[in-house]
């Protein structure tokens, strides 16, 4: 599984979540398996300074093999592009990755999911 998060820094682990998933400047790109983390890389979001048409930054992400988005918040022709893409997108998270990260994979609430 790939989790990607909003992030408004490339200190991975240890960026903060951003409030908007659109307009951050970062991904923080986490590989799961078994429950357990096995890489961590991030990315920067090419449309940081420029949102142009809908569905590029969904589709940018879903081009990264993401499985699951979180982020802050997102708006709703955003949730629905990733709903129809088959990835599952969490809002209404807040702090560091890693707490984000660990508490996804303890199975606890992040945040809100869209379904």
């Known amino acids: 599984m790939r989790i990607g998060i909003a992030a408004d820094s490339d200190m991975k682990l ?3 979540v951003s409030r ?3 307009r951050c400047s970062h991904y923080v790109l986490v590989d799961v398996e078994d429950g357990r983390v096995k890489e961590v890389s991030t990315i920067d979001n090419p449309f940081y300074n420029a949102h142009e048409e809908p569905g590029k930054v969904p589709s940018f992400i879903r081009d990264q093999g ?6 802050g918040s997102m708006g709703g022709q955003a949730m629905g592009f990733f ?5 599952q997108a969490i809002i209404g998270a807040e702090g560091s ?3 984000n990260i660990d508490s996804f994979l303890a199975g606890h609430d992040v945040g809100i ?3």
């Not at 709903?83 to 990835?87: E, H, N, S």
């Open 83 to 87: 709903m129809g893409f088959g990835i």
């Open 113 to 115: 999911r869209a379904d």
């Open 66 to 71: 993401v499985d699951v988005i979180i982020a």
């Open 97 to 99: 990755v890693q707490e």
């Open 14 to 16: 240890q960026a903060r």
């Open 20 to 22: 908007h998933f659109g």
